[in-house]
């Protein structure tokens, strides 16, 4: 026998709890990447996480285990984001284009540049990070070249720290695509 949520739903009552879940962990990142666009990375406790977000303490605690744990799923949440967009986008150049401009937009990445340049360098140089890794793979998929993957990649990476203006970015897309990558 099926336990229903109230006797009007259809739903069994854990596909709505697990949407419960799923918008609240979606508030706690939405409250934290606003704190970080504000703030950066440093300034920011699990307090003032919950408070932005609207949960209680222990509903945030009951989701993450401690800040670190909420930037990783932050981070996790932001590179799937891109990979879609990535996907979507159409050609190479486009992908690239796309990629370009969401990082270098990034209010989040802008704060971090001013109040946690340090971890932010640190983040960054992980290569074998497995989200730096999804966010390559993503790349290769869209210009089939592992030498321009690379090449793309550190030009992505230099952007969350010297941000390139739209035009600019589809400008050095095309290049990339046109004159190196293939």
């Known amino acids: 026998m099926k336990v229903q ?3 009007l739903s259809t739903q069994p009552k854990y596909l709505l709890q ?3 879940h799923r918008r609240t962990e979606s508030a706690i990142l939405e409250g934290t990447k606003k704190l970080i666009s504000q703030f950066g990375i440093s300034n920011v406790s699990m307090i003032e996480i919950a408070d932005a977000s609207e949960v209680s303490r222990a509903t945030l605690y009951n989701h993450y285990r401690d800040k670190s744990a909420v930037l ?3 981070l996790t949440a932001e590179v799937e984001r891109l990979v879609e967009l990535a996907e979507r986008a159409g050609t190479p150049a486009d992908a690239l284009e796309t990629l370009s ?3 270098s937009a990034d209010t989040a990445l802008a704060s971090m540049r ?3 340049g340090p971890m932010l360098i640190a983040i960054m140089s992980h290569s074998e990070n497995p989200l730096y890794l999804t966010l390559a793979q993503c790349i290769y998929g869209a210009i ?3 030498a321009g993957t690379g090449v793309a990649m550190r030009w992505l990476l230099g952007q969350v720290m ?3 203006t739209p035009k600019q970015s589809r400008e050095q897309a095309e290049l990339l695509v046109d004159r190196t990558l293939f």
């Open 114 to 116: 001013t109040h946690d």
């Open 72 to 74: 990783l799923a932050l």
């Open 101 to 103: 401009r969401e990082v």
């Open 162 to 164: 010297q941000p390139i």
């Open 5 to 7: 949520s109230s006797p």
């Open 18 to 20: 697990g949407g419960i």
């Open 144 to 146: 089939k070249s592992e």
